[in-house]
């Protein structure tokens, strides 16, 4: 593919050339990033695009905050079908302006603290039940394909969504196979199981949606379906796009952000003591470990013009990434911030921030919460089996999905 901006000619200062995606680069992230959050917007040349890694917290902001200059809006041209993770699904996190700010005003109420706060009961049963499927298979026990993994799927699907067992095994293959898209190259057609996972989630959810219209219950399907707006509602084209929205993003970004927090907890020893003293550490201990420990790339921008951020030009044609992992260690926002410090209190981007700040926020919050608080109560001794793991990451390009994490309950 002809690239649609020419490398060379840019400041090759800002050039840095790694494979965005690779297991190396994601074992170095942190490492990287120590150097990234202190670093003006520089590119990196991906599969024929010229990519702006953003790190400093102070540009990522500019960036979140500036629909103007930057656009949620996926160009159609092949050449751009890896960003388009949900295959061509307007989903709600890839649109822009009135559109975006219609439905989202729609789905609020849905994603509200007190919406959540119904659903507790429900998502406390579910981390029960997976609690004591490890204590009947224990000692040991993998912390990511025994516990983590399965929070969203036991917590939401089945809490949130109100799906069966065949349903959810409809979502966990679309979980599998959505990071696969980020990997195709520029022009790429979608690989045939992406597209397969796809039409048979497709078919899930509209029938999910006629029967949630004939029985409501107490989930967010039915609540999407309720929803108004001063005589506004989601067509229904759009509830199929934003059930899509929510299941595969919250998939992603849930199973992300549990593997973090385990990590972070055990690999730095006193910590699982410190909350089982003082429980009510665990929100911000959780925020402290989605910032030590996060994703480094979120939604692509799209300039609409050249621009320029933090002293970097920026051209149109380019792909403005912001890189949450960075902005979490810039030393102008955080003191010493490669140091996992439950204490600090501090703010942190992992859910964006702006117009497209996370809507499922305050479910994951509570998600996380209660599978933490659950986990070091009923195992109050579990531990890492060793807590100097060489990590394994998957997920998308931009994700750090910790896929295993072997322990023992005692
Ligand atoms: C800890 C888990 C999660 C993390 C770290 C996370 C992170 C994010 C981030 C960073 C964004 C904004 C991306 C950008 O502006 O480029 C986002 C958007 C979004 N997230 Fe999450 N998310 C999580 C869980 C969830 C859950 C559980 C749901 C739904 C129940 C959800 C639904 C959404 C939606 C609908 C958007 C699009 C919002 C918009 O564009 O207006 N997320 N998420």
Redesign the pocket.
């Known amino acids: 593919m002809k690239p649609l901006v020419d490398v060379d000619t840019l400041d090759q200062d800002k050039v840095l050339r790694i494979d965005l995606g690779s297991q190396e680069t994601k074992r170095n992230m942190r490492k990287y990033c120590a150097d990234w959050g202190n670093r003006s917007p520089f590119y990196v040349p991906h599969e024929g695009h010229v990519i702006v890694i953003v790190g400093r917290q102070a540009d990522a902001l500019e960036v979140?905050h500036d629909r103007e200059r930057f656009s949620?809006i996926i160009p159609k041209d092949p050449a751009y079908r890896m960003f388009d993770k949900f295959m061509g699904v307007r989903?709600?996190?890839?649109?822009d302006g009135e559109p975006?700010d219609r439905i989202?005003r729609l789905?609020t109420p849905a994603?509200s603290p007190k919406a959540v706060a119904r659903l507790e009961d429900g998502v406390t049963a579910a981390i029960d039940r997976l609690l004591d499927d490890i204590e009947a298979g224990g000692p040991r026990f993998d912390g990511m394909k025994d516990f983590g993994d399965h929070l969203?799927y036991e917590g939401?699907l089945w809490t949130?969504l109100g799906l069966g067992p065949d349903q959810k095994a409809v979502f966990k293959e679309m979980h599998r196979v959505i990071p696969l898209i980020t990997y195709i190259s520029a022009g790429e057609t979608y690989p045939d199981e992406c597209v397969r996972a796809f039409d048979a989630a497709r078919k899930m959810i509209d029938q999910i949606v006629i029967e949630r219209r004939q029985n409501p219950g107490v989930d967010?399907i039915s609540a999407l379906i309720a929803a108004r707006d001063e005589g506004d509602k989601l067509s229904d084209e759009e509830m199929f796009d934003?059930i899509f929205?929510?299941t595969a993003?919250?998939l992603s970004?849930?199973t992300?952000?549990a593997g973090s927090a385990l990590y972070s907890l055990y690999s730095h020893p006193g910590t699982v003591q410190r909350l089982q003293a003082d429980p009510n550490l665990i929100p911000q201990a959780f925020a402290e470990c989605?910032r030590w420990h996060?994703?480094y790339l979120?939604?692509p921008?799209f300039p609409v013009a050249d621009t320029e951020v933090g002293g970097t030009k920026i051209l149109k044609g380019m792909v403005v990434r912001?890189c949450?992992q960075a902005a979490h260690y810039d030393p102008e926002v955080y003191d010493d911030p490669q140091r996992f410090d439950i204490t600090r209190n501090a703010r942190n981007?992992?859910?964006?921030?702006?117009?497209?700040?996370?809507?499922?926020?305050n479910?994951?919050?509570s998600?996380?919460r209660i599978a933490i608080q659950k986990l070091i109560t009923r195992f109050p001794d579990a531990r890492l089996e060793d807590p100097a793991m060489q990590v394994e990451y998957g997920g998308a390009v931009g994700q750090m999905r910790i896929m295993s994490l072997p322990m023992v309950i005692a």
């Open positions: 979140y949620n989903i709600l996190a890839q649109m975006h989202r789905m994603l969203i939401m949130m967010l934003q929205t929510v993003g919250a970004g849930t992300q952000a989605q996060s994703g979120t939604f921008r912001v949450p981007i992992a859910f964006g921030s702006g117009p497209h700040l996370c809507l499922g926020n479910f994951a919050k998600l996380l």
